[in-house]
Structure formats: structure tokens, C-alpha cells
């Protein structure tokens, strides 16, 4: 009895076929990136970057094949669902890296199709979402030196962040978290850029985005500034004027960064105080640079006033905007227990502690 | 008198070409005696048996005179029955029958074509004692006993085998091997009906768990080892006419411990007993999850190397799960045949065959590489342990199917079974995967590193052998 009924079970697991049922590696297309794209009427167009598992029989050798997919829609899933029209395999996005989102779809409005990059099983939270600021089929079109997939160059360049500290990213997961607590973020914003030879896929900045819709293009300046006061930096570089030489400067290496943040009611206003601390290496000095602590110090006060200002730069100037891309809601009713009031940002005065510390250069190990 | 038993036994072994009855004469009247021409040794019977009755013709009608002034030889007996009689001849030894006496006994004579020790041939080591087990189960016990000077070491014998009569010797050290598992052991040889034993596995069969691929008896050709184990509290089994002795009780432990862990340096022990866990592991689970990887699970395999495996299997006509079990097969095939084959013709075949097949199997599109790697690594890794070869090849090819099916929820419901079917398992009472089960009774400590030799060897019985 007891082997009947195990038996049974066993046969009514297979029956179990769920998204996931089995299929060979092979037999899929695997998309790389999908772009999502609006058309005047209102319909959804995604654009799908995929790659086909390819062996020639001639010599037996094996490579892959990048295809291009466009698909239409009332709904992202009808769109996705067009573009298996014209593929001999099932599309796999298990292996996309990125959502990118144009211009002008991000402008209409995110809302009508992330849901479905949440929903669908085989779309991974760990996604990036970007925003693309130029045409569509120029960057599909664009052919990459580094990278043959675009999906995976794009994932590479925002892995890549923590060589510049102006560059924002956020993740699938991040972003409809954010955005379902209603609070605006900031998303990459990728641009195409020609260069003497060839035209290069860049990151351009942040696109901000407040109820789903793209509210604003954050500077790559501005950059800077907000992973200051978000703690994300990781490294990057600070240029400073040379003490000992005015027009030449002085590149400060960030090592660490780490930023503490109070927030407190102070009378009728309500105070974000940011302290900053940056431990940083001299990386180059134009000219030369005597190493003394009064140059050092004089440096870091410098790198500490270039932070504050750009800090309060782009702080003021998306509070002149209202557009609370530093949580200050989410921190109010962490803060307070108690829904934020509206306008938070602009009853907010940021408070600025800023501390540069300069180790020596590193030691040049390698003298081949 | 006693003319009854001379007309059974010839009545009885007439027909055995092998089978010789010399008559003498003496004084008191006619001494038969009977043998088995191969298993005694001539030259003895000639010279200390017949040679004590023609130098005496004059012999009293007396028993005790006959073993005190006639016959040299060192172990004389009298002999019960006519059954007795029978085996006493067929075990190699002479059988004195009297027309003038009413006792009969029989005088040992064993002479027959033995092999000599030798190297084991399953059980290599690079350091340590050298000498194996040989089909006498004399030259067995005396090779253990040559280990152990110990008085509680004991050697009980027994026949079993309704047809073949074998001699089966338990050994175990009296007041460290527990007396409940003596007991156990001795009860399950006394109670088969075997009609022969010809190896020890007749008997394993009796005393492993049934249905399952694992041995949950352990054997070894190897005198040192089953000194160990003796030593250890455990019982030795062993059968005339096979170089292996059975050891028990058994753990899952032990298929990955080898003869010379104790032997060379510790560590060196230590990290080689580690690699051959992580190969039985590798082993079982590799090609399931690899079934499941390609076939369910590709979010889980990083970008470029999904790439890699979905162009290499690109033009395989046939399924992952099939294409797995078809180069699972094929190596099965190759193992087999280098096994069965002459040892030089076999290793050369088994290597030659395998860079043949796979690589044609790639080349012809029935393989990808992946598979073929994945297949050959859990191959190899099977051979660390070849105890449990047989477990894996089951185990394997279920995680596959079950893989293949459900995906990595298959895959996980696979090795729940596997390590539940572990644990259901026992060595003659006591948990064949210990220590994860019960253990309160055991006190044994080389699980899965080797500890100094001075912590480990002591009994495993905790004072159970007192009972």
C-alpha cells in the first residue's frame, strides 16, 4: 500500500509542469537585454537582444549568433509574447541583464509595464534598469568592440562603477522597492557616444524617476554629490587645484567613503545631517607636490569644500525641484514612526560634517 | 567388528578416483585405513602412520596403547559417528578402523596444494605490512594470530554448508568484542540453509541488510586490517576457500578509509581521506545536477558560461537526461570490460576506449563536451571509492532521472532519499551511518579525520564486551 500511494505521488509530481518544465539548454534563445519602448499610439514595443546557441556541421565547431528580436503590444506580455512570433525557440530571460527603458517611455510612464518584469518568473530581481536617452535601433545597432551582447556590456560598464564615483545604478528589486514605498529614485542613464572611430555605449548621469514616470536627467556632475550623500560610493577619484600650483591639480584616489546620516527636528525645520568621511591617496599630483602637512592639509580642506559644495549643489537643487531622491520620507517615518508630511523635502535643511583624510601615495610594488 | 563402517565408507567414496583404503595386518588382526590420496600428505601417512603398525606386529587390543606407542602424529581423535567418520576423511585426515578394537580415530594428515601468502591485490598499499590472506583458512588464522598474542583471542569453528561442509572460523577477542553481536553473528550461520559456501558472500549475504547497493558487512584480504578490527571489538568471519574475511559490524565511514591510513604520516592520511569523501560526492551528485543546471535551472549558471555549455551541446539531437545516461552507460561499458579483460590488455583498453568514445561521441554529435566531462569526472571520482561503486551507479542514475523530472527539486528530493535510505541502514545492529544516527553505544572515533593512533586504537564497544 505504502509503495502504491509513494508510486502515486511520483506520477502526480510529474504532472507538476509548472513555468519551469523541462527543456534543454540548447533549445532556447537567451536575451540579453530588452529595451522597452512606447510608440505614439500607446502601444508597447520591446526590443529583444538574444543569443542563439549555434554549432556548424561543416566543421564541428561550435559559436553563437546574436539576433534581434521586436515584438508589440497593448502589455509588455503581450509584446514579449510577439516577439516568440518570429523565433524558431522559446526566448529564455533568465539571462538578461538589463531593462533598458527609452526616453520617451520612461517619460509615459513606467507603471504599465514593470509589473510584468516582476511577475514573470523568468525576469531575475537582480536586473538592472536603465534608462536610454537617445533612439532605440541606434543603440541596437550600435556594434561593440568589448562586448558582442549589449545586455552583458551594459551589465559589465555598471559593474564597473566603482571606478568612478559619478555614475548612479539600481536594480530591479531596489527600484520597485523604492517606487511601491512612493519614494523617487534614481536609475543609470545611458547614452550613446561617437568617438573618432567608433560610436561607444556610455553611462550619462542618473534619470530620476518619481511615480513611475521620468521626472528628471540628474548630471553627470551631480553624480558625485549624491552617492556622497546616499553612501555609495566605493571609489573613485576627487580633483583638487594644487596648492603649489593653481592651475594644475592634484587627484585624490577615494580607498573608503562612508556616510552617517541624523535626521532631527530643530524648531520648525527639520535637519538631514550627512557626515562624511573619506579616506583618500594622493594619486597624482600635476607639477609635483611637497609633501608637507600644510599642503595636505590644505588639500583636504579642499577636497572637503569641493564635497560640501557639490553635496549642496545637487541637494538644493532637487529640493528646488521637490523631488526627494534622498529618502528623506522613508528616513522621516523611519525616524518618527509616523507618515512624512508632504513636501518633506522642502522643511529639510541639509547639515554637512565633512572629513578628507589623505594617506600617502601607495607603495609601487611592481618595478618591472 | 566395526565391519559396518568399513562397508559404509567404501560403499560411500567407492566411486572417487582420489579415494584410497590401505589394510595391514597385525597380531590382534586387520587395521584399515582411509584417506583422500590429494588432501593428506603421503610421505607423512607412510612414514608415521603405517610405518608405527609394520615396525609393531605385535599390538595389543587397546586404544590408548595405539595412540601412545603406535601413532607419532601430533593431533590424533576419536571419531563419534559414521557422519563423523565421513567428514574427518574428506577434511584431509586418516581414518583407523579396527577389526579387533571397537574405537575408531583418525590421525591428521592435511597435505594438500596450498598457495602461498602473497600481496593483496585489491587492497595496495604504499607503506605498511604486505602479506594477504590466502584460501586456507589455517594459514588465515595463523596469520592473525601472529598479529594478536593475546589469550582472549578466540577462533571458533563451525561447518556449515549442508553439501560442502565448510569450515567457517569466527574470531573475536573475548571481553572486547560485544557479546550480543558474537551471539547475533553465530546464530545467523547456524541458521542458514545454505547447500554451499564457496565464498565468503554466501554468508554476507545472510548478515548484510537486503535490498541495497552498499555492503553493510565489510570484508578485507589483508591480516593487518582484520587485526585491527579484531582489536577494535569487532568479529572477524572466515571461510575456507576464500582469501576475504568478513568484518562486522560495518560503517559508511570505513569505504573511504584505506589500509595504510594508519601507515603513513597523518595529515598526508588526513587530506587523502578527505578527497576521496569529496570524490564520492562529486561522484553521486555531479551528473544530477548537471541534468538539472541544463534543463530547468539556467538563471543559475552564470552568462558566459551558459553561453559556452549551450553552443557545445548546440546539435545534440538527443535530450540532456538521455545524453547524460548514454555516456553514463558507455563508461559503465568500458569499466566492465577493463575489469573482465586481462589486466595489461584491460587498463590499456579502458583508457584508449575512453579518449576514443568520447571524443567521437563529441565529433559525431551524439555528446557535448560538458556531458562528457561531467560524465568522466563523476567516472573517476567512483573509482576513490570502490567499496561503495555499486551505490553510486544506482544513486547516480536515480538523481538523474529524479533531476531530469523535477528539476533541482527532484534533484533535492533525490538526495533526501538517498540519505534516509543510508541511515534506514544497519550492520548487525548498530547504525551503518554512524555517527549521525544513535551512537551512545560506540565509542568510535575515526569518522572522518584521522586522529593520532593512540586516541583511535581502543575499543569501539563502549565496556559492551564486559556484558
Redesign the interface.
Known amino acids: 500500500m505504502k509503495k502504491v500511494f509513494l508510486l502515486l505521488l511520483f506520477v502526480i509530481?510529474?504532472t507538476?509542469e509548472g513555468c519551469?518544465?523541462?527543456?534543454?539548454?540548447?533549445k532556447?534563445l537567451?536575451v540579453?537585454s530588452v529595451i522597452v519602448d512606447s510608440s505614439d499610439e500607446n502601444t508597447v514595443e520591446i526590443y529583444a537582444e538574444a543569443?542563439r546557441?549555434?554549432?556548424s556541421?561543416q566543421i564541428?565547431s561550435?559559436?553563437?549568433e546574436r539576433i534581434l528580436f521586436k515584438g508589440k503590444g497593448k502589455t509588455a506580455f503581450e509584446a514579449v509574447r510577439d516577439l516568440n512570433l518570429t523565433s524558431s525557440y522559446k526566448l529564455?530571460y533568465?539571462?538578461n541583464?538589463v531593462i533598458i527603458y527609452t526616453k520617451r517611455a520612461a517619460e509615459k510612464g513606467l507603471d504599465s509595464t514593470i509589473d510584468f518584469f516582476d511577475r514573470d518568473q523568468?525576469f531575475?530581481l537582480r536586473t538592472y534598469v536603465v534608462v536610454f536617452l537617445g533612439d532605440p535601433e541606434q543603440i541596437l545597432k550600435i556594434d561593440l568592440k568589448e562586448e558582442e551582447y549589449l545586455g552583458?556590456f551594459i551589465y559589465n560598464l555598471i559593474e564597473n562603477l566603482g571606478a568612478s564615483s559619478r555614475a548612479v545604478a539600481l536594480d530591479t528589486n531596489d527600484f520597485l522597492v523604492r517606487s511601491y514605498q512612493k519614494v523617487d529614485c534614481v536609475v543609470t542613464a545611458i547614452d550613446v557616444r561617437s568617438e573618432v572611430s567608433d560610436k561607444k555605449v556610455e553611462i550619462n548621469g542618473g534619470a530620476v524617476i518619481g511615480k513611475f514616470k521620468l521626472l528628471d536627467i540628474m548630471t553627470r556632475n551631480e553624480g558625485e554629490g549624491y552617492n556622497f550623500l546616499i553612501d555609495k560610493i566605493k571609489t573613485g577619484t576627487l580633483e583638487i587645484s594644487n596648492p603649489d600650483s593653481t592651475s594644475k591639480f592634484v587627484t585624490l584616489e577615494i580607498l573608503n567613503s562612508d556616510t552617517k546620516t541624523k535626521f532631527y527636528k530643530d524648531g520648525d525645520k527639520y535637519i538631514l545631517k550627512k557626515k562624511i568621511n573619506v579616506k583618500t591617496s594622493v594619486g597624482e599630483a600635476q607639477e609635483g607636490l611637497s609633501f608637507d602637512k600644510n599642503t595636505l592639509k590644505k588639500i583636504s580642506n579642499t577636497a572637503e569644500g569641493n564635497i560640501t559644495k557639490a553635496c549642496n549643489l545637487v541637494y538644493n537643487n532637487y529640493r528646488k525641484k521637490n523631488l526627494d531622491i534622498f529618502f528623506l520620507k522613508l528616513i522621516y517615518e523611519r525616524t518618527f514612526n509616523k507618515p512624512a508630511p508632504d513636501n518633506l523635502i522642502n522643511d529639510t535643511d541639509l547639515e554637512l560634517d565633512v572629513k578628507v583624510d589623505i594617506e600617502g601615495s601607495s607603495d609601487i610594488k611592481s618595478f618591472k | 567388528m566395526n565391519e559396518d563402517y568399513v562397508e559404509f565408507i567404501n560403499s560411500t567414496l567407492k566411486d572417487n578416483i582420489d579415494f584410497k583404503q590401505r589394510t595391514l595386518k597385525c597380531s590382534s588382526g586387520t587395521i584399515n585405513l582411509f584417506f583422500i590420496d590429494n588432501l593428506c600428505d603421503s610421505k607423512f601417512i607412510s612414514e608415521y602412520v603405517i610405518d608405527g603398525f609394520l615396525q609393531n606386529y605385535y599390538i595389543e587390543k587397546d586404544i590408548n596403547y595405539i595412540k601412545e606407542e603406535i601413532l607419532i602424529g601430533n593431533s590424533i581423535g576419536d571419531v563419534k559417528s559414521k557422519e563423523d567418520a565421513l567428514l574427518h576423511i574428506l577434511s584431509g585426515d586418516v581414518l583407523i578402523v579396527f577389526d579387533f578394537i571397537q574405537e575408531k580415530i583418525f590421525t591428521e594428515a592435511k597435505g594438500y596444494v596450498r598457495r602461498g601468502v602473497s600481496q593483496p591485490e585489491t587492497e595496495s598499499v604504499l607503506k605498511g605490512p604486505r602479506e594477504g590472506f590466502t584460501e586456507a583458512f589455517v594459514d588465515n588464522i595463523s596469520l592473525i594470530r601472529r598479529k594478536i598474542k593475546n589469550k582472549n583471542l578466540k577462533f571458533e569453528s563451525m561447518t556449515n554448508g549442508t553439501e560442502t561442509n565448510t569450515v567457517i572460523v569466527l574470531a573475536y577477542i573475548k571481553g572486547t568484542a560485544p557479546k550480543a553481536l558474537i551471539d547475533e553473528i553465530k546464530n545467523e550461520i547456524k541458521n542458514n540453509n545454505l547447500k554451499y559456501i564457496l565464498d565468503i558472500n554466501y554468508l554476507e549475504e545472510k548478515l548484510k541488510n537486503k535490498k541495497t547497493f552498499f555492503d553493510t558487512v565489510g570484508f578485507t584480504e589483508k591480516p593487518d586490517i582484520a587485526a585491527s578490527k579484531l582489536l577494535e571489538g569487532r568479529v572477524v568471519i572466515i571461510v575456507d576457500g576464500t582469501p576475504m574475511v568478513i568484518t562486522a559490524p560495518y560503517f559508511f565511514v570505513e569505504n573511504f578509509q584505506m589500509p595504510d591510513d594508519y601507515y603513513v604520516n597523518k595529515y598526508y592520511a588526513n587530506s587523502t581521506r578527505i578527497i576521496r569523501m569529496a570524490a564520492f560526492i562529486i561522484s553521486v551528485i555531479a551528473p544530477g545536477l548537471y541534468v538539472s543546471f541544463e534543463t530547468y535551472h539556467f538563471s543559475l549558471i552564470s552568462t558566459n558560461f551558459l553561453f559556452r555549455l549551450a553552443v557545445s551541446r548546440a546539435g545534440v539531437p538527443i535530450p540532456v537526461v538521455a545524453e547524460v545516461l548514454l555516456m553514463s552507460f558507455f563508461f559503465v561499458l568500458l569499466r566492465e570490460a577493463g575489469i573482465r579483460l586481462a589486466q595489461p590488455i584491460g587498463q590499456a583498453m579502458s583508457i584508449v576506449g575512453a579518449l576514443i568514445l568520447g571524443d567521437a561521441a563529441v565529433g559525431a554529435g551524439l555528446a557535448s563536451q560538458s556531458t562528457i566531462v561531467v560524465v568522466a569526472l563523476s567516472s573517476i571520482c567512483s573509482f576513490l571509492a570502490p567499496k561503495v561503486y555499486g551505490g553510486i551507479l544506482f544513486w547516480t542514475g536515480i538523481l538523474i532521472v529524479l533531476s531530469a523530472l523535477l528539476g533541482l527539486a527532484g534533484f533535492i528530493i533525490g538526495v533526501y532519499m538517498f540519505v534516509s535510505h543510508l541511515a534506514s541502514l544497519d550492520s548487525c545492529g548498530y547504525p551503518y551511518l554512524f555517527p549521525i544516527l544513535d551512537k551512545s553505544n560506540i565509542n568510535f572515533k575515526d569518522v572522518i579525520i584521522r586522529r593520532d593512533l593512540e586516541e583511535i586504537s581502543k575499543g569501539i564497544f563502549n565496556n559492551e564486551g564486559e556484558k
Do not use: C
Open positions: 509530481s510529474l507538476l519551469f518544465n523541462y527543456r534543454d539548454l540548447d532556447a537567451y540579453t543569443f546557441p549555434f554549432r556541421s564541428a561550435g559559436k553563437g529564455n533568465t539571462q541583464k523568468e531575475l552583458v
